[in-house]
């Protein structure tokens, strides 16, 4: 069994490192025990340690089932004792989270009673809660965020400590302890009360800052993303970087920022309004044109029109202004590439029915589509000529059918 120094001294970065064995692991990877260690393994939702062993990076350390815990290397770590270095960083953020998780499930319990069921430590991504709740409103979280900064900037002791199972009931647990035997617990001094067996910061205001970045609601429970420490200070520097160049943008101090973007889209919904007017306004005039170039086949107005890379939604829209036309049977083609879209409208008065026309043309391009009586949409494969062949497929038709 490996002895784990870092239950007694997590602010321990260095040591001299003794190597009991080596074991090949996959990928050329080396599985390595030491006699003791100060790198902490995966556990409690909380991740492993990184940094070097000798000549090798640490890239993961786990703990197995006889309590050995293996550091897993790159390479050799070379000739023991070696010099062993905690990742500083990594580690610092660890013990920030996880601490500053210990204060902010203990706010949520404090305040709102609501227990967390789980928990997940990251040193360099957002860490997460789980509570036993479905929502909450704003209000409630920044309270909670609040009350959980005012134990941070007391500074309160986090001490670490170990009970057995006759002293279980007169400590008192946040959530009591899953396990009996020798327990060890981390207090945050007069606050909280928990078992655990993770890294922490001997006083809280070594967090520095917590701050609660979004929640998340999974299967009726709520996930509470957090930051802390060296974290949350990067966020809130990226945080106020975007908000300088939001604010120099719209030409405006930051605290304007929320009426120079109301003002940009009421403009903008205005803007809107007046674009769709006049695209309105080009339609019918297209609509016009179109009928005054038709051609008369058996006393129908046949209009054919072939564009390149129109949308078929757009397509769409002009065929609907088409069949309004008495005596209009159109036929509208949109080619992008070896792609092409099909549109037939047809007024009430001609007889005509859409979709049949339309699967005429489509056998004509191994397409399909649909429709109704008036307007029949779909699409197939298409060459340079294809769209000239359909219009004339589709005189030939109107001909052959009065």
């Given at each position: 069994?490996?002895?784990?120094?870092?239950?007694?001294?997590?602010?321990?970065?260095?040591?001299?490192?003794?190597?009991?064995?080596?074991?090949?692991?996959?990928?050329?990877?080396?599985?390595?025990?030491?006699?003791?260690?100060?790198?902490?393994?995966?556990?409690?939702?909380?991740?492993?340690?990184?940094?070097?062993?000798?000549?090798?990076?640490?890239?993961?350390?786990?703990?197995?089932?006889?309590?050995?815990?293996?550091?897993?290397?790159?390479?050799?770590?070379?000739?023991?004792?070696?010099?062993?270095?905690?990742?500083?960083?990594?580690?610092?953020?660890?013990?920030?989270?996880?601490?500053?998780?210990?204060?902010?499930?203990?706010?949520?319990?404090?305040?709102?009673?609501?227990?967390?069921?789980?928990?997940?430590?990251?040193?360099?991504?957002?860490?997460?809660?789980?509570?036993?709740?479905?929502?909450?409103?704003?209000?409630?979280?920044?309270?909670?965020?609040?009350?959980?900064?005012?134990?941070?900037?007391?500074?309160?002791?986090?001490?670490?400590?170990?009970?057995?199972?006759?002293?279980?009931?007169?400590?008192?647990?946040?959530?009591?302890?899953k396990v009996s035997g020798s327990i060890r617990l981390i207090e945050v001094d007069g606050f909280d009360y928990s078992a655990c067996g993770g890294t922490h910061c001997p006083q809280t205001g070594m967090i520095g800052l917590l701050k609660i970045i979004r929640t998340e609601r999974v299967n009726q429970k709520l996930r509470i993303y957090f930051v802390a420490g060296g974290q949350a200070l990067t966020l809130?520097?990226?945080?106020?970087?975007?908000?300088?160049?939001?604010?120099?943008?719209?030409?405006?101090?930051?605290?304007?920022?929320?009426?120079?973007?109301?003002?940009?889209?009421?403009?903008?919904?205005?803007?809107?309004?007046?674009?769709?007017?006049?695209?309105?306004?080009?339609?019918?005039?297209?609509?016009?044109?179109?009928?005054?170039?038709?051609?008369?086949?058996?006393?129908?107005?046949?209009?054919?029109?072939?564009?390149?890379?129109?949308?078929?939604?757009?397509?769409?829209?002009?065929?609907?202004?088409?069949?309004?036309?008495?005596?209009?049977?159109?036929?509208?083609?949109?080619?992008?590439?070896?792609?092409?879209?099909?549109?037939?409208?047809?007024?009430?008065?001609?007889?005509?029915?859409a979709r049949e026309l339309l699967a005429h043309l489509l056998s004509f391009v191994d397409g399909k589509g649909g429709g109704d009586a008036g307007l029949a949409q779909g699409g197939g494969t298409a060459d340079s000529l294809i769209f000239?062949?359909?219009?004339?497929?589709?005189?030939?038709?109107?001909?052959?059918?009065?």
């Amino acid at each position: 069994m490996t002895e784990p120094r870092y239950f007694d001294d997590s602010l321990r970065l260095e040591f001299q490192a003794e190597i009991e064995e080596i074991i090949p692991l996959p990928e050329g990877k080396l599985g390595v025990i030491l006699p003791f260690t100060y790198f902490y393994p995966t556990s409690g939702g909380q991740e492993h340690d990184t940094g070097t062993l000798g000549l090798a990076y640490v890239l993961d350390v786990y703990k197995q089932d006889d309590g050995r815990i293996v550091h897993v290397l790159d390479r050799q770590p070379g000739p023991a004792p070696c010099p062993a270095r905690i990742d500083q960083a990594r580690r610092l953020s660890n013990m920030q989270h996880h601490t500053a998780q210990h204060i902010l499930s203990g706010a949520f319990d404090h305040l709102l009673g609501l227990g967390t069921l789980s928990a997940n430590i990251n040193g360099d991504s957002p860490s997460s809660i789980y509570l036993d709740s479905g929502s909450l409103e704003p209000e409630a979280l920044q309270q909670v965020e609040d009350f959980a900064n005012g134990i941070v900037f007391e500074n309160r002791l986090v001490k670490s400590y170990f009970i057995t199972d006759s002293e279980i009931e007169k400590t008192p647990f946040r959530r009591p302890p899953k396990v009996s035997g020798s327990i060890r617990l981390i207090e945050v001094d007069g606050f909280d009360y928990s078992a655990c067996g993770g890294t922490h910061c001997p006083q809280t205001g070594m967090i520095g800052l917590l701050k609660i970045i979004r929640t998340e609601r999974v299967n009726q429970k709520l996930r509470i993303y957090f930051v802390a420490g060296g974290q949350a200070l990067t966020l809130l520097q990226a945080y106020q970087k975007t908000v300088h160049l939001a604010a120099d943008l719209l030409e405006t101090g930051w605290e304007g920022i929320p009426e120079a973007i109301r003002l940009q889209k009421e403009k903008l919904r205005e803007q809107h309004l007046e674009l769709a007017g006049l695209r309105e306004e080009k339609r019918n005039l297209e609509v016009d044109g179109l009928v005054a170039a038709s051609e008369q086949v058996v006393g129908k107005r046949l209009v054919t029109a072939g564009y390149q890379s129109r949308t078929p939604a757009d397509l769409r829209l002009l065929g609907s202004k088409l069949a309004e036309v008495s005596g209009v049977v159109a036929v509208l083609g949109s080619a992008d590439a070896a792609k092409l879209s099909l549109v037939i409208a047809c007024a009430a008065d001609t007889g005509v029915v859409a979709r049949e026309l339309l699967a005429h043309l489509l056998s004509f391009v191994d397409g399909k589509g649909g429709g109704d009586a008036g307007l029949a949409q779909g699409g197939g494969t298409a060459d340079s000529l294809i769209f000239s062949k359909l219009a004339e497929e589709a005189r030939t038709w109107l001909a052959s059918k009065h």
